[in-house]
């Protein structure tokens, strides 16, 4: 006797996405850069992958036996960009180690609502190219700890080209934004440079602030 067996079709479940709208926004400019990748000549392709070959890493081996590859490069610049509000396609530029950078608090203040970080820079021979200073940010009451999934990203208001500069960063809503109690706060800070030639974007410095006074 035999036996027919009708299979059944198995269809994996959809997982929708529901961060914040800014994590929403990151995502939609990670797949318009793999889209944007996609679309590339492949001379074009070979080119990023050879200018690829002198970036150092962010993450380990850093004994220079590892590289990345020109599709990382080119969603870096294109990250960057975005980041500049210049969200474009960009074209291969040879990499160049970005300048020593020193960063320290100067001033903090409430304007009309929104949080104002004022950060004294020292960037050690900046040479011809400007930069502007990216931060990754999260806001706790006093003695919290940094949550990396809580950082909100923003991009000082000036460009960079002397050696010392003060970089503003505006945060609006910043209280309702991290669920915050009145009194001082803690900041826990990532700091980049953007190079606003290139798009490409410099290893980050850790930065904490704590028992930040405000006056509101």
């Known amino acids: 006797m035999s036996r027919s067996i009708i299979g059944t079709e198995k269809t994996k479940p959809v997982c929708k996405f529901t961060g914040t709208t800014d994590q929403m926004r990151a995502t939609a400019i990670h797949q318009h850069a793999l889209e944007c990748w996609r679309t590339l000549s492949h001379d074009v392709q070979l080119q990023w992958n050879e200018y ?86 999260q806001l706790t009451n006093c003695g919290s700890g940094v949550r990396p999934g809580m950082m909100r990203t923003f991009i000082a208001e000036e460009n960079c080209t002397e050696e010392h500069y003060t970089a503003t960063f505006i945060i609006s809503d910043f209280r309702s934004r991290w669920e915050l109690a009145s009194g001082s706060l803690d900041a826990f800070c990532r700091f980049t440079l953007i190079d606003c030639k290139s798009g490409y974007r410099s290893q980050y410095q850790n930065r904490k602030f704590e028992n930040l006074v405000i006056s509101e």
């Open 52 to 137: 690829a070959k002198e970036v150092p890493p962010h993450r380990p081996p850093f004994d220079g036996s590892g590289h990345i590859t020109g599709h990382n490069l080119f969603v870096s610049a294109y990250h960057g960009f975005a980041q500049l509000g210049n969200e474009h396609i960009p074209g291969p530029e040879k990499w160049k180690l970005f300048p020593i950078f020193f960063l320290e608090l100067l001033s903090v203040e409430v304007e009309t609502e929104s949080l104002v970080l004022r950060i004294k820079s020292n960037i050690q021979n900046p040479g011809q190219s400007a930069y502007r200073l990216h931060l990754k940010l």
